[in-house]
């Protein structure tokens, strides 16, 4: 095994231009094939981020839809009034509406629920505060309520369904009241217990937020609101239902957030196509690694075949000697396959040298750039998505990698080389002995 | 010594050539007894060569037997063959057809390697037989830097190494100069005088065969004369009245 060793690797030394400029294509080839699969994993992986990013995105807007988007005010006309501490102005005030007046609104196909909201002013001392009442009495609507219920609780908690003598207060509404969660407040004459607290936010109203029919009882509107919120199943079906309400109730002031529908439909064109360009992407980065990794791997293979095959033919006279001097077909065929591992293996360890240096390079040049995601914000009155962007790379060879590539190595040369040596073991002596 | 190492019987070869079949070999019979040293002339084409082929394994007969040390070669398989070239056959050849990567005694070393002896024992021996056949001292050198006539001491060397029934010997003065080739015969003969190798050569040069103790001319695939040349040293034979066998 020595002697054939030592042959194998006189062999390679003793024709070094040759040998070297094979080790060096063979290197750069394994290089290549060790790095594609990481890059491979690493630029799936930052795509993936992409597609999660985008995604939350969607979500998020989804979110806004729910929020914003899809609701529907509906309100009679604000109409002027003398001032009453004045009598040469006039000011303007909400008209209430009966409940019932409006009920046939549910019945507008892509209606998903009607939520009559009383919202009065009131005072106390020397706040000005509202007196906001929600229904909370269907618990399928719960999904809605909370949209309209005060969002940023910083003490104790939300209204609920079912809930009746209890309020959340307005920071300041509660400040002013001198009460906490737990205590007990007087509004309007009637006792409530304070359940949570509505922290300080620059869009939050200074409110008492309560039951619809206890905020109807303490202002005396009995089966009077403010206005609806009209919740539609898809932003896409908003304009139409607007319209319908319109048509059947035409002295309802009826608006939609346009705006923010039209943005978010933008948005949501946009995060789709981001989400398809990270996809086809993806499978981009899948299939081009796929095809390179057979390619180079054919290629790899390939050298060592043409280069063993010009060995084998170069050396038949010498294939002959060795059988003439009783070389079994076996010996011959392990005497050019360990060769040709040889020398894919010496390239395999010169391919693991220019992999660890250059892995991060060959990974941003063979593969596409993976989609990096901008950065998108969602706010009550819009959505705005930053551009995707290319990003790039950044590879390392792992030990197993080093095996792998060890491996590959070993793998090709003996692949490549099987054809040449089983050539070069089949080879008559008697031919081989006349080949000039 | 009269035991026969080779005997050949009604051997045939016949191989195309294009569209047309062409046999050096026709129906030869042949013995070659244990340490003689015979040689083969005819002209080019007349079978020398195919008929030193089949006796070393490297080309098969069509028909006929070929018996090395009582096996008959003419139909063993590959499988088979290769042990009789490794382990019964010596070849020198006219190119001396060395490894060139290999020193003087690697290439001795080589034969003896691929019979499987330990590197010990096979170090010893090339090393013995290079200086046996005068080179001590040139071991280490690879065949480019030594004369024609020092590489073909190193693959008679090598043909020595397995200690082989026969040395086939296929033009092995051809390339030299007339001083090397004097030596190389005369090495061939210390070896068959001294040692009773016994040595089949191919040879044109009527001086080298007849240096030799039977001389064989084919022409067109048969043998046209054999002709006992000289004393056989190493036996004491009585000297053989000259004999001409027409085919």
């Known amino acids: 095994?020595?002697?054939?060793?030592?042959?194998?690797?006189?062999?390679?030394?003793?024709?070094?231009?040759?040998?070297?400029?094979?080790?060096?294509?063979?290197?750069?080839?394994?290089?290549?094939?060790?790095?594609?699969?990481?890059?491979?994993?690493?630029?799936?992986?930052?795509?993936?981020?992409?597609?999660?990013?985008?995604?939350a995105n969607a979500q998020a807007v989804n979110a806004t839809m729910s929020i914003v988007a899809t609701q529907i005010e509906c309100h009679l006309p604000a109409i002027s009034v003398p001032n009453p501490d004045s009598k040469a102005e006039t000011i303007q005030v909400q008209p209430l509406m009966n409940n019932t007046d409006y009920s046939n609104i549910t019945s507008i196909p892509h209606v998903r629920g009607v939520i009559p909201i009383l919202d009065q002013a009131a005072n106390d001392s020397n706040l000005d505060y509202n007196i906001y009442g929600i229904p909370l009495d269907d618990a399928s609507l719960i999904d809605m309520y909370s949209l309209l219920l005060p969002s940023n609780i910083t003490e104790g908690r939300n209204l609920q369904v079912g809930d009746s003598g209890v309020v959340v207060l307005q920071q300041r509404v509660a400040d002013n009241f001198g009460v906490q969660v737990g205590d007990t407040v007087k509004i309007l004459n009637q006792t409530f217990q304070v359940v949570g607290i509505d922290g300080y936010s620059p869009l939050n109203k200074t409110a008492a937020y309560m039951n619809l029919n206890q905020a109807q009882t303490i202002t005396d509107n009995a089966g009077n609101v403010t206005n609806f919120k009209v919740f539609v199943d898809d932003v896409h079906n908003v304009d139409e239902v607007a319209t319908k309400i319109s048509i059947m109730y035409p002295k309802l002031t009826v608006s939609i957030a346009a705006s923010l529908v039209y943005s978010i439909i933008q948005m949501q064109t946009q995060t789709n196509v981001q989400l398809e360009l990270a996809q086809a992407t993806m499978s981009e980065i899948q299939s081009t690694g796929t095809l390179e990794?057979?390619?180079?791997?054919?290629?790899?293979?390939?050298?060592?075949?043409?280069?063993?095959?010009?060995?084998?033919?170069e050396r038949t006279r010498e294939i002959g000697t060795l059988k003439a001097l009783g070389a079994s077909s076996a010996a011959i065929l392990g005497q050019f396959m360990l060769e040709g591992v040889l020398l894919s293996l010496i390239a395999g360890i010169g391919g693991i040298a220019i992999g660890t240096i250059g892995a991060t390079s060959f990974a941003n040049l063979l593969l596409p750039a993976p989609t990096q995601a901008g950065n998108s914000t969602v706010t009550q009155t819009g959505v705005s998505i930053g551009a995707a962007s290319s990003a790039s790379i950044s590879v390392a060879i792992t030990p197993e990698l080093v095996l792998l590539g060890l491996g590959v190595a070993v793998l090709l040369g003996a692949l490549g080389s099987l054809y040449p040596a089983w050539r070069a073991a089949r080879t008559r002596p008697a031919e081989a002995m006349r080949y000039e | 010594m009269n035991d026969s190492v080779l005997k050949i019987e009604n051997l045939t070869k016949t191989y195309k050539l294009g569209k047309r079949d062409v046999q050096p070999l026709t129906n030869l019979n042949?013995?070659?007894?244990?340490?003689?040293?015979?040689?083969?002339?005819?002209?080019?084409?007349?079978?020398?060569?195919?008929?030193?082929?089949?006796?070393?394994?490297?080309?098969?007969?069509?028909?006929?037997?070929?018996?090395?040390?009582?096996?008959?070669?003419?139909?063993?398989?590959?499988?088979?063959?290769?042990?009789?070239?490794?382990?019964?056959?010596?070849?020198?050849?006219?190119?001396?057809?060395?490894?060139?990567?290999?020193?003087?005694?690697?290439?001795?070393?080589?034969?003896?390697?691929l019979a499987g002896?330990?590197?010990?024992?096979?170090?010893?021996?090339?090393?013995?037989?290079?200086?046996?056949?005068?080179?001590?001292?040139?071991?280490?050198?690879?065949?480019?830097?030594?004369?024609?006539?020092?590489?073909?001491?190193?693959a008679i060397a090598r043909a020595l190494a397995n200690d082989p029934a026969i040395i086939l010997a296929d033009e092995p003065t051809g390339n030299l100069d007339v001083n090397n080739k004097q030596e190389i015969v005369k090495l061939l003969l210390d070896l068959n005088q001294k040692q009773g190798t016994t040595i089949i050569m191919v040879t044109h040069d009527e001086q080298v065969a007849a240096q030799t103790q039977r001389m064989l001319t084919l022409n067109n695939g048969k043998i046209l004369k054999d002709k006992q040349t000289q004393k056989s040293t190493l036996s004491g034979n009585q000297s053989k009245a000259e004999e001409t066998q027409e085919e």
Do not use: W
């Open chain 1, 1 to 55: 095994m020595m002697g054939i060793l030592s042959r194998a690797t006189r062999n390679i030394s003793r024709r070094k231009t040759r040998s070297l400029l094979v080790i060096v294509v063979l290197s750069f080839a394994l290089a290549m094939l060790i790095s594609l699969p990481p890059s491979i994993t690493q630029s799936q992986a930052t795509t993936q981020k992409t597609i999660d990013a985008l995604t």
């Open chain 1, 293 to 313: 990794i057979a390619v180079v791997t054919a290629v790899d293979a390939a050298i060592v075949l043409f280069i063993m095959l010009y060995t084998v033919r």
């Open chain 2, 30 to 113: 042949l013995e070659v007894k244990k340490g003689e040293f015979t040689a083969i002339m005819g002209p080019s084409g007349s079978g020398k060569t195919t008929l030193l082929n089949i006796i070393g394994c490297i080309d098969k007969a069509t028909s006929g037997s070929v018996l090395i040390d009582n096996v008959d070669i003419a139909h063993l398989p590959e499988s088979q063959l290769y042990k009789i070239r490794r382990d019964k056959i010596g070849f020198i050849f006219q190119n001396f057809n060395l490894l060139p990567y290999l020193n003087a005694r690697e290439n001795v070393e080589l034969a003896m390697e």
């Open chain 2, 117 to 154: 002896k330990f590197k010990g024992q096979r170090k010893q021996r090339a090393k013995d037989l290079l200086n046996t056949v005068g080179l001590s001292g040139r071991e280490q050198h690879r065949p480019q830097r030594l004369s024609q006539g020092e590489q073909q001491r190193v």
